[in-house]
Structure formats: structure tokens, C-alpha cells
């Protein structure tokens, strides 16, 4: 049996009446402008592309006759292409010989265009210039922070990284003081002890077993680099008797500057690390003693 062709529908006055009404009211609505004068639309990312090198468009924006729309670098690319070639001006998808002029009705789209912060899902409900995205962004109080223990995919923003910690993985955070040392007992394979600080900034100790000693190391866990700032002291005590005197020996490492991670791509060690010898744990539990400052740097 030949199949029915499919019948080709014009909306008539009588699909746009009464019947329809609740698509015509929803569309009205969906173009209502907002008091600000502001519209909501969704748009295919790849419109905002270079045609050319598909990296966003950003003024100056320039198109060639036939209207495909270039970043600011292609035109100058595809004119020395066109000189090799002996082809002059050229567009590489016109692939013939044309003239480029600023295209200025996109960067005045884009000039006025707003787009929400990446971050959205993590509670960020800002609409920032599409110019200052990336800016915002770099800055967003929201930015999430990864979970550094190994398997758990995690992330949050800083603040709900806490309760992640304790609910998730069990540890058992140790509040910190600034500007006064705090005794931690580490058990010789406890990789991450976590501080908070009396801002509720977090701090990882970060304990990282060599074959030669520990090395430590304090982040501050936070999306970016920002106020305050923190430094750090570090100091073991070796738990070793000799002669029937307590050893004596002393390490220590000052930080001036905690540096600051999201633990985006896990923990890494820093410049500044204090390595504690293998001897100075205790003998039985194999703990080490350290100590350590905090203290906020003024700004
Ligand atoms: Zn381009
Ligand atoms: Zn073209
Ligand atoms: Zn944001
Ligand atoms: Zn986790």
C-alpha cells in the first residue's frame, strides 16, 4: 500500500481562535518584555563562533560580503592564505575572493546581550555581560571546590564542602584559632586533616608519606585567590630519646602566603612543604607532633 503523502498544514483563522488560544497567550507572554526592557532567549552557542576558527566571537567582529562572520583574527590569517595563493581578499567558505568590513550589528547584539554565570547550579544567580563572563567567573563566589579524596567526585561550593567531609568521609574537623599555634597529633598515614577557621575558612594539612619523611603542606580550600590572606608555620618536635634526653631536633617551615585551591585537579604540592624526617615519629604509633600557626596577613 502506497504511503499517504504527508499533508503540508497552514494555520487558518480557525486554528488561531478560540481553539488555540492558551499557544497565542503563551507566546504573547514569552515576548512580553520585562520592565527592564529585557528579553530571555536561548541561542545555538556555535552562532557566537568564529566561522572560521570557532573561538567565540568578541568585538571587533568582521564578515565577509556574503555575511559570514569572523573573529578579529581570521580576516589577516585568510589574507596572507589569499597572497600565498595569489587569490587576494579571500573567504574560505565563499572560497572566492571577497572584502571584509566590521560587522557591527553583532557587536552591538553581543554588547547587549547577558548570560548567566556558569555556576548557576552551584547557587551563583548573576546575568553578566557575555563579554565579562569569563571574568565574573574567574571571581564567582560560587565557583565549586572538588572533594580531594580519592574516587569521590564531589564538588560544592566551599561551604558545602564541610559538611561533605564529615557526613561522607568521616573526618573530623579541628577548629583553628588565627594568629596562636595549634597541636595536631598526625597519625603517620592520615593524608588530610582539616582546619576551619574562625572565618570558616578551610584548611587542608596535607600530609603526603615519602620514602625519606612526611612532607606538609596547608591550602586554604576556596574557588580562587581572594581576601584575606593567610600565613602559615609549620613545626615537628622528633618524639626520639637519646641518652635519656628528648632528641631536641626541630623542623620548621614558615609559608607566607597559604596558597589557595579548588583541588580542581586534585592536591598538589606547593613551593612550600616542610618534610619531617621518618625518626621523628613516635615510635610506637608512629604519630608526629606538629605544630601550626595560621595567622590572617593584613591586606
Ligand atoms: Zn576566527
Ligand atoms: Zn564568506
Ligand atoms: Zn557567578
Ligand atoms: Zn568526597
Redesign the pocket.
Known amino acids: 500500500m502506497a504511503e499517504e503523502p504527508p499533508v503540508k498544514r497552514t494555520k487558518t483563522e480557525e486554528d488561531l481562535g478560540a481553539g488555540s488560544e492558551p499557544d497565542a497567550a503563551a507566546a504573547a507572554a514569552a515576548e512580553r518584555e520585562r520592565p527592564g526592557g529585557e528579553v530571555t532567549v536561548k541561542i545555538q552557542s556555535k552562532a557566537l563562533r568564529c566561522?572560521i576558527c570557532s573561538e567565540p566571537l568578541k568585538p571587533p567582529i568582521f564578515?565577509?560580503?556574503?555575511?559570514?562572520v569572523l573573529c578579529s583574527q581570521c580576516p589577516e590569517k585568510l589574507r596572507e592564505v589569499g597572497h600565498v595563493l595569489r587569490l587576494g581578499t579571500f573567504?574560505?567558505?565563499?572560497c572566492k575572493s571577497?572584502s571584509y568590513s566590521r560587522c557591527v550589528e553583532l557587536e552591538q547584539f553581543i554588547d547587549a546581550m547577558k548570560v548567566p554565570c556558569s555556576n548557576q547550579t552551584y547557587g551563583c544567580n548573576e546575568f553578566v555581560g557575555y563579554q565579562q563572563k569569563e571574568k565574573h567567573e574567574s571571581s564567582c563566589p560560587h565557583a565549586p571546590c572538588y572533594c580531594p579524596e580519592d574516587d569521590c567526585a564531589f564538588k560544592a561550593p566551599a561551604c558545602c564542602l564541610l559538611d561533605h567531609f564529615v557526613t561522607a568521609h568521616g573526618w573530623s574537623p579541628t577548629n583553628l584559632g588565627y594568629n596562636k599555634p595549634l597541636k595536631i597529633l598526625l597519625a603517620r598515614d592520615r593524608r588530610f586533616t582539616l582546619l576551619v577557621g574562625e572565618d570558616m575558612s578551610l584548611f587542608l594539612l596535607i600530609n603526603t608519606l615519602t620514602s625519606i619523611g612526611s612532607a606538609l603542606a596547608v591550602v586554604c580550600v576556596r574557588p580562587h585567590e581572594s581576601e584575606p590572606s593567610y600565613s602559615c608555620n609549620i613545626s615537628a618536635a622528633a618524639h626520639g630519646v637519646a641518652g635519656g634526653k628528648t632528641d631536641g631536633r626541630l623542623v620548621f617551615q614558615k609559608d607566607p602566603h597559604v596558597s589557595s585551591s579548588s583541588l580542581a585537579g586534585g592536591v598538589q604540592m606547593g613551593n612550600f612543604f616542610l618534610l619531617v624526617p621518618l625518626e621523628f615519629a613516635e615510635t610506637s604509633s608512629g604519630e608526629l607532633t606538629v605544630h601550626i600557626r595560621i595567622d590572617r596577613v593584613a591586606p
Not at 564578515?63 to 559570514?68: F, R, S, T, V
Not at 573567504?91 to 565563499?94: D, E, H, P, V
Open positions: 566561522r564578515k565577509c560580503a556574503a555575511g559570514h573567504c574560505a567558505l565563499c571577497t
